[in-house]
């Protein structure tokens, strides 16, 4: 076999001029002091460290919009959180703090859906939503004995940046809109919850060893107030006659308010327990406030100061909202702990007579 292929190479190789060639390169030899030169150069080269030059195409990379884009970024992850784990995401719904799902609903879903809220009245609604349903998480915590500092801490900053982002959307509001309705729901959500768990605690004086929680009402009543400067600020621009809208939102209030007083009647009886009386005490306080402001806006408005009697009116209007939302929350966490409470020491109480 090798003898075959050394005949074929022979007879490829007859060229007298392929021969020549071929001896020539192999004879070409490198002298000592070329080598050492090259050598040298190799040796004493500074390698060059060059910028990497931004490719054109990577304005259409996804990682680089990503990064540009706030909006797709939730967008990703929230997709990547349904691809993983869609389960988790809608389990994450109805999640309290301290459960292992809580950080992705209020760190992932709801972030993702206010990205995706684009017009100011729509944020402000979304950011109310949520300011009302941290608190409702607290009174559930409370009533299940769970609402610990560090939960009522995380509660109160979520709070708080909900508050915010309401009151930047609010102010993003063109002036032109009607978003009365807006402000007052969000002060009479914030208000009402924090007196549920005013109320809450108040009952748990009685308790020797429950904690106080208290930071959260406090936040929820701050920021109720705080946006009255915001709308202050934007309304003192606004050079807008109120009169007749006035006239308008003081007959819807006045609706409110007998509607509420009817539902409270409902809820009036001779052998009703002390925590519904005192949950009946305190809307019909509140719808005494309410009154109380809608009669200053009377008298504001008779004085000819539109834009006074426009802000005694929301502040009557929210107290009404108000009123109808302790009723019913306030309720609806009586009976798991309080009225328990208050039967077995009715009953002690005839025991030591007997």
């Known amino acids: 076999m090798m003898a075959k292929i050394k005949r074929i190479i022979k007879i490829n190789m007859k060229d007298e001029k392929l021969k020549e060639g071929i001896k020539e390169i192999r004879e070409i030899k490198m002298t000592a002091i070329e080598k050492e030169r090259i050598f040298e150069s190799v040796i004493n080269s500074l390698v060059l ?7 054109p195409w990577t304005v259409f990379s996804f990682i680089s919009v990503m990064h540009r884009s706030r909006l797709v970024y939730y967008g990703f992850v929230f997709s990547l959180a349904v691809v993983m784990g869609g389960g988790a995401v809608f389990a994450s719904g109805n999640s309290l703090p301290g459960n292992v799902f809580y950080p992705l609903k209020v760190s992932v879903v709801e972030p993702i859906h206010s990205a995706l809220t684009f ?20 009174e559930t915590l409370k009533n299940q004995g769970k609402l610990d500092k560090a939960k009522e801490e995380k509660l109160s900053l979520l709070l708080e940046d909900h508050a915010k982002a309401f009151n930047k959307a609010i102010g993003d509001i063109n002036n032109d809109n009607d978003d009365d309705d807006t402000v007052t729901n969000f002060q009479a959500g914030l208000n009402a919850h ?3 768990l005013e109320f809450m605690n108040a ?3 009685k308790a020797e060893k429950q904690e106080k929680n208290n930071k959260i009402s406090e936040t929820a009543r701050a920021s109720a107030n705080k946006i009255k400067d915001t709308l202050k600020e934007r309304e003192d621009n606004n050079e807008d006659k109120k009169e007749n809208k006035n006239e308008e939102r003081k007959k819807h209030v006045r609706e409110m308010i007998d509607l509420t007083a009817k539902e409270l009647d409902g809820h009036t ?17 509140t719808l005494e406030e309410a009154n109380q402001y809608l009669k200053e806006a009377d008298e504001e408005d008779e004085k000819g100061d539109s834009k006074k009697a426009y802000f005694k009116l ?16 306030g309720l609806e966490f009586k009976e798991y702990k309080y009225e328990r409470r208050d039967r077995e020491e009715e009953k002690d109480r005839e025991e030591e007579e007997d």
């Open 49 to 55: 460290q060059q910028q990497p030059i931004k490719s």
């Open 119 to 138: 017009s100011p009245q729509a944020k402000a609604e979304y950011e109310s939503h949520l300011a009302t349903k941290r608190l409702v998480e607290a």
């Open 194 to 196: 924090a007196r549920v």
């Open 203 to 205: 009952r748990d004086d």
């Open 269 to 285: 009886s001779a052998n009703v327990s002390p925590i519904r009386q005192t949950i009946i005490d305190n809307t019909h306080k």
């Open 314 to 329: 929301l502040d009557s209007e929210s107290s009404a909202k108000e009123a109808g939302i302790f009723l019913k929350s």
